[in-house]
Each structure stands twice: as C-alpha cells, then as structure tokens.
C-alpha cells in the first residue's frame, strides 16, 4: 500500500504506522506521531476566526500542522522565529495589511523561498498583479474557491518542492 490514499480527488497521508488516514483512525500515541513525524506546516495568516479554524481542522484531516496567526502583526512575529513550509495569507487584516506582510516576506532571504497563498476577497486583477509582484505563489478570491480546492493546491505546491 502506498504512503498516500486518493479519495474523491484529495491525495490523504497515511499513518506510517497503520496506513489509515489521520481522519479515518483512533490515533495511538504511537500512530500520531509516526505520521506527524514527517507534517509540513502551513501558517494560516487570517482575521477570521472561523474560516482560520476550518481551514486548519481541514489540513489537519490531511495531516497537515497548521499555526494559526488573526493578524498581520501575529504572522509577522511568528515568522521572526519559525518557517512554516507554506503560507496562506489574507490581504485585508488588522495591524499589518496582507500586501505589507507579503512584501516583507519577500525581501526576507530567509522567508522569500516558501511559497505564498493569497487566499482574499479582492478580486481586483490590479490586487492580484500586485501580490504577484511580491511573490505570491497563487491567488485565491474565497467567494470562488471551496476549501476542497485550496487543500488539493496546497498538496500540490508542497509536493513539488
């Protein structure tokens, strides 16, 4: 049996342990950490409360770690001491704007290499030009992407590296 399951179109990890899903089993201690042992870790830099919860249960499910940060600022200093292997960034978000996080990102030679998802309300093409231009891997409006789409894209861009 291979590492990973694909179902409905989502690639799963699987346990190393007992080649369930993270979803699918009742986690030993000794499964958990056997699949955690390998988890990228996706930053969720997001004002809102909720859809940063759903979107982490929903990384999780996948294996996934995800940190959660519910501004500007709070990405910024969690940045200062950790690299997430992935970012999804809001734009509109209180004390540090998305754009300004994003640039600061990639003028960061430490930070500029991990790829960036804008995952925003602006659908400007001026918005997604600029966000381009500071080095955002991809660009998502939320009106017009499921989480089901943004989880398969995010298996993608880290499978790639």
């Known amino acids: 049996m291979s590492e990973y399951q694909e179902t409905i179109g989502i690639i799963t990890r699987l346990c190393l342990t007992c080649k369930s899903t993270p979803y699918d089993h009742k986690l030993s201690r000794r499964c958990y950490y056997n699949l955690m042992l390998d988890s990228k870790i ?39 001491t950790k690299k997430p292997d992935l970012i999804l960034l809001d734009l509109i978000m209180p004390k540090v704007p998305g754009f300004e996080l994003l640039e600061q990102i990639s003028l960061d030679p430490n930070l500029n290499k991990i790829p960036v ?44 590296q």
């Open 42 to 80: 996706i930053l969720i830099v997001e004002d809102d409360r909720f859809l940063s919860s759903l979107i982490k249960a929903r990384l999780a499910k996948e294996g996934y770690e995800a940190a959660q940060a519910f501004d500007g600022e709070e990405g910024r200093q969690y940045l200062k």
């Open 117 to 160: 998802v804008v995952l925003t309300n602006l659908a400007q093409e001026s918005d997604v030009k600029k966000a381009r231009q500071l080095g955002a891997t991809e660009y998502f409006v939320k009106a017009r992407v499921s989480i089901d789409d943004l989880v398969k894209r995010v298996y993608n861009l880290l499978n790639k």
